[in-house]
């Protein structure tokens, strides 16, 4: 293992491992932390949970966020459900099948030590959000209600309604807003992350853009946190929100802080197809739609009846078929693969043949049209103001787009990158997932971080690592403040006639075909000569009109595909390096004789963490993985 990578992994038994660490983590006492202050990056789910519990402990907590308000934060568009472990039903789950499923959804690519505490953690986080008046769906009886999501064969997953992520946030933004209300936390709304600063190495503040005045502005801090979200917008069209970015952890990698597994990124298997070829983002379907809806495409190639000319002998239910056992609720890599290959095959159906059909009928024939719409009324009118058709007498059309991102800043046990005092929460860093996130374990995640685990190792930081504070006057304040206005003077002054959209459009199709579903050798190699030829001309062609003063759309924008360019290297090179298919990675040339992915353990049962080189390519450093309770074995949902 690098040097550069110590997980800090608890020893003994894992079963109470992080009680056991929790409980050894030195403390500060109340007094103190009022004097210290806290960075906070970030008003998802993450962002706001660790900021509301950080000031509730006592911290000076400074809060910034991309949006005018934090409820605009993209966890507010999660939509089928937050997992948990927690009895409330007879199937048999527990603490120890939700760990195995996450360990096994993941392809093994994960550490069973942050696994097992996720799932430990699971069922006081729901505790937490009922408290906080979360709307969780309920029982008649008024108990709480669970659906299945993919790749469990239990009913785990909380939800309230298609709107589980809106719900969620809003209990975390009115625990931030109270702290807001006490002082005790300093909001600073519209504000773009551009550089990090360090000092000595350790992460000591940030350089922000302010959105609507133009100036840059420097935030010093005892320590950062970066609660910024995923990358899939590299490929344009995402389920992400159009302004959702990765510059504050490409520009903290760039820093120093190790950036682990970037190619593992998810494609979600149920979104509304794109459109036209300038539709600027795709619309999530939740996959909590799959246990009521059943998945088919016409069993005879370019068949082009309407579904319901289509008899029930001559369609192909082809999840159920190739996956007796979990059915529709295969995970969201396999069943994105099936789609895809089948529907270039010539088997789709919809314009283009880029779409399957997602069919309610069977469940509004047997259960009423009355309690499709109690569960997933809002996904349906979505559906329909979208598309234009009523999915309660036709089958949806969907199809699998980037959605999720496993892959970020490497993180150990305490949730803190490999640069001290720099802490990366929920979808900003590379944890629990592995190789492919299960449904409904994101929201579960990011809670997780914020509410449980980051209060705790950010306060035995802070205990055992005493600093003074700095001004913004510091020297290496003035020189990040300097390196980010040559960036934004150089974009300003490119002199092309390019619009930012046309080359981040170009980028999301070269990465689509080389880095997306499916990936091989060569079409990676290929892929990195074209990214640098894109890179080349983005920097001599585009065009940023205006100046750096005041609101300034297309500079947000230049200056966040200029960071995407960098990520999106490094996801080509990293897939390259993997010679294996695991969860969503797969590699063609590593495949079983069914189709299915082939993993190497002997060569990548290790979590790879690059390093920036400011002369030179990316250091590929490992980390690699024990398995003590859980051994690897195939993964299987047949």
């Known amino acids: 293992m690098s040097r550069l990578l110590d997980p800090r992994l608890p020893t003994g038994a894992l079963a109470d491992a992080w009680r056991r660490t929790k409980e050894a983590l030195p403390l500060i006492s109340p007094m103190r932390k009022g004097q210290i202050e806290v960075l906070v990056v970030g008003t998802g789910l993450a962002g706001a949970s660790a900021a509301a519990t950080l000031a509730e402990q006592g911290y000076r907590v400074k809060v910034l966020s991309f949006h005018d308000s934090p409820r605009r934060a993209h966890s507010v568009a999660a939509q089928g459900g937050i997992n948990a472990a927690r009895s409330v039903a007879v199937d048999g789950d527990s603490v120890s099948r939700l760990f195995a499923d996450t360990l096994k959804g993941g392809d093994f690519r994960a550490r069973e030590a942050g696994c097992q505490r996720l799932a430990e953690i699971s069922s006081g986080i729901i505790d937490q959000c009922v408290a906080q008046g979360v709307p969780f769906a309920r029982e008649y009886g008024g108990s709480l209600a669970t659906r299945s999501f993919g790749g469990a064969l239990v009913s785990r997953t909380f939800y309230a309604r298609g709107q589980t992520g809106q719900q969620l946030l809003y209990g975390a933004y009115q625990a931030l807003m109270r702290q807001v209300q006490l002082a005790r936390v300093q909001l600073l709304p519209r504000r773009d992350v551009l550089e990090l600063i360090t000092v000595d190495g350790v992460a000591r503040g940030l350089v922000t853009r302010n959105l609507l005045s133009g100036e840059l502005e420097v935030h010093t801090a005892r320590t950062v946190l970066l609660c910024t979200g995923g990358y899939s917008n590299v490929y344009f069209l995402s389920t992400n929100a159009l302004k959702s970015n990765a510059s504050a952890i490409w520009r903290a990698h760039r820093k120093g802080?190790?950036?682990?597994?970037?190619c593992f990124t998810q494609i979600h298997p149920t979104c509304i197809p794109s459109g036209d070829a300038f539709q600027s983002k795709l619309t999530l379907m939740s996959e909590s739609l799959r246990n009521d809806g059943r998945v088919w495409l016409p069993q005879q190639p370019g068949d082009t009846r309407a579904a319901d000319a289509i008899p029930e002998q001559e369609r192909d239910y082809f999840l159920e078929r190739l996956y007796p056992t979990y059915g529709n609720m295969t995970p969201r890599d396999v069943a994105s693969r099936r789609a895809r290959e089948l529907c270039n095959n010539g088997r789709g159906v919809g314009p283009g043949g880029r779409s399957v059909y997602l069919d309610l009928t069977d469940a509004i024939q047997r259960q009423g049209r009355a309690a499709i719409a109690e569960r997933y009324g809002n996904l349906m009118t979505m559906y329909e103001r979208i598309s234009g058709e009523d999915p309660y007498r036709k089958p949806m059309r969907i199809y699998p787009a980037p959605h999720y991102t496993m892959g970020g800043l490497w993180v150990d046990y305490h949730l803190m990158s490999s640069i001290p005092g720099l802490f990366v929460l929920g979808e900003a860093n590379y944890s629990e997932h592995g190789a492919n996130r299960l449904g409904a374990s994101a929201l579960m995640q990011g809670l997780a971080d914020g509410y449980f685990i980051a209060p705790a190792t950010v306060t035995a930081w802070l205990a055992s690592t005493p600093s003074a504070e700095i001004s913004s006057e510091h020297p290496a304040c003035r020189d990040a403040l300097e390196s980010t206005r040559k960036r934004i003077h150089a974009l300003l002054s490119s002199g092309g006639h390019t619009p930012v959209d046309a080359f981040h459009r170009e980028l999301g199709a070269l990465m689509i075909d080389r880095c997306g579903i499916s990936r091989h050798a060569e079409g990676l190699r290929q892929g990195l000569e074209q990214l640098a030829a894109l890179e080349q001309r983005f920097h001599a062609e585009v065009r940023v009109p205006a100046d750096a003063c005041g609101p300034n759309a297309e500079l947000e924008k230049a200056?966040?595909?200029?960071?995407?360019?960098?990520?999106?290297?490094l996801m080509l090179r990293d897939a390259l390096a993997r010679e294996e298919s695991c969860g969503a990675h797969f590699r063609e040339e590593?495949?079983?004789?069914?189709?299915?992915?082939?993993?190497?353990?002997?060569?990548?049962?290790?979590?790879?963490?690059?390093?920036?080189?400011s002369d030179g390519e990316p250091i590929r450093h490992s980390e690699p993985l024990q398995f003590t309770v859980l051994q690897p074995s195939t993964r299987s949902y047949r």
């Open 257 to 262: 802080a190790l950036f682990a597994n970037p």
């Open 559 to 569: 200056l966040r595909v200029s960071d995407f360019f960098g990520l999106a290297q």
């Open 590 to 613: 590593h495949q079983s004789a069914d189709g299915e992915a082939q993993r190497d353990d002997t060569n990548f049962a290790h979590i790879a963490a690059w390093e920036h080189c």
